[in-house]
């Protein structure tokens, strides 16, 4: 059954649980920054060995999708999104019987596993129930817009669960209960066949020969960068802005959240400019305005930069979820998941090497300003990289051509 053919209310159901799975592990992913801190206190802790929250299942997820993004090619997108459903669920309750930093350090590496088992399963199964590129990317827009949405509710939750007495750990119980319900879901709803287009096997070596295909590696390296400028602002903002004391002193402490309101507002526009205006030259127009809210930031100091870095987040809204598609419809359906754990993978090694190194410059240069000079080289290179596909249009051809054969 193809995604033409299939039932309108069977489709809805299988966008919604995309929706809310991105949802559901964005809660936990994003809700790190405001972990760390209760675990630096709980358990005694450095900085740099708190930091591990965050490294472990971003190194985690990264090594899952590029060793088993695979399984969804190979197994089907309803399997692979169950079997990482049901890991992650069984490994959030445990949290609740844990009272040991390096216990939760595993289970934070298990769910890493999870995620990026049902991730790249999940991405791939944007390909099966989108009817063109252009649709892909329009509901990749959305996808990421909820995960926009699970960005500023777990946070919240955090805060919640702290005001009340109760512990952070309760978010993962949370999590896994919905996960139980998304699994009781994917169990009931019929996928849409993903007709096999290649004869090569299915496996890992497969994936080592895609990691050399250009643009496999093109769109990733795109994200690379787009990843490590993004971690920087809701990584390193609240150092960066904790010494202000100017006017709007109530904007630094609200930074983070405007970054992911409107991250989270620009992502779900997205199919509405996307359906206007070539995408190409959207990337181009919101990397420079990112470009121009780092640089801004640096130059203008504390009192800009409480307000251009969080703007920053509407102009990063679009990007990622663009590059992803693009990057994912460079290929037959049948490889959906192959290339979605490629792509995962440089996502996830950007989220963990651009804020070390972040920190690092920070460290040599004694403040944060010079690890957001970094971020901003990173945000140069993105725009510069996104400028010249505009111009050349590198991929234009193939993803004519996969849009008359594969949608």
Request: charged content about 10%; hydrophobic content about 55%; aromatic content about 14%.
């Amino acid at each position: 059954m193809s995604s033409s053919t299939m039932p309108k209310h069977n489709l809805t159901a299988i966008k919604w649980l995309t929706f809310l799975m991105f949802m559901m592990f964005a809660m936990t992913t994003e809700s790190v920054g405001l972990i760390i801190p209760e675990v630096i206190k709980e358990f005694q802790l450095s900085m740099t060995a708190a930091g591990a929250f965050h490294y472990a299942p971003m190194i985690a997820i990264a090594v899952a999708a590029i060793f088993l993004g695979h399984l969804a090619d190979r197994f089907g997108r309803k399997k692979t999104i169950i079997i990482g459903l049901v890991l992650f669920a069984l490994n959030s309750y445990l949290f609740a019987v844990g009272n040991a930093f390096l216990f939760f350090l595993v289970l934070l590496a298990i769910s890493g596993v999870a995620i990026g088992i049902f991730k790249t399963g999940a991405l791939a199964l944007v390909g099966d129930i989108s009817l063109s590129t252009a649709e892909h990317t329009a509901t990749m827009n959305t996808v990421e817009g909820f995960f926009g949405v699970g960005a500023i509710i777990g946070p919240a939750i955090i805060a919640r669960l702290l005001s009340a007495g109760f512990s952070w750990k309760w978010l993962y119980v949370i999590a896994g209960t919905i996960c139980v319900l998304l699994i009781v879901t994917a169990l009931q709803v019929k996928y849409p066949k993903t007709v096999r287009t290649v004869d090569e096997p299915i496996n890992f070596k497969r994936t080592m020969g895609m990691m050399k295909n250009p643009y496999a590696l093109g769109f990733s390296l795109g994200i690379f960068l787009y990843v490590a400028a993004e971690c920087a602002v809701y990584v390193w903002m609240p150092t960066l802005l904790e010494n202000y004391s100017g006017s709007f002193a109530f904007m630094a402490a609200y930074a983070i959240s405007i970054f992911f309101i409107l991250r989270a507002l620009g992502r779900f526009m997205g199919a509405w400019i996307l359906a206007r205006y070539n995408w190409a030259s959207v990337m181009v127009f919101f990397s420079l305005a990112i470009l121009i809210c780092f640089a801004g930031a640096i130059v203008g100091g504390l009192s800009y930069a409480i307000w251009l870095l969080p703007l920053s987040g509407l102009f990063m809204s679009m990007i990622y979820p663009t590059l992803n598609s693009k990057g994912i419809s460079c290929f037959p359906k049948a490889e959906h998941g192959t290339v979605a754990g490629v792509i995962l993978f440089f996502t996830c090694a950007a989220a963990a090497l651009g804020p070390l190194a972040m920190g690092a410059v920070s460290d040599a240069f004694g403040h944060p300003k010079y690890g957001f000079i970094l971020a901003t080289l990173f945000a140069a290179l993105l725009f510069a990289g996104l400028l010249l596909n505009r111009i050349y249009n590198p991929a234009g051809k193939r993803l004519m051509q996969l849009d008359s054969s594969e949608y």
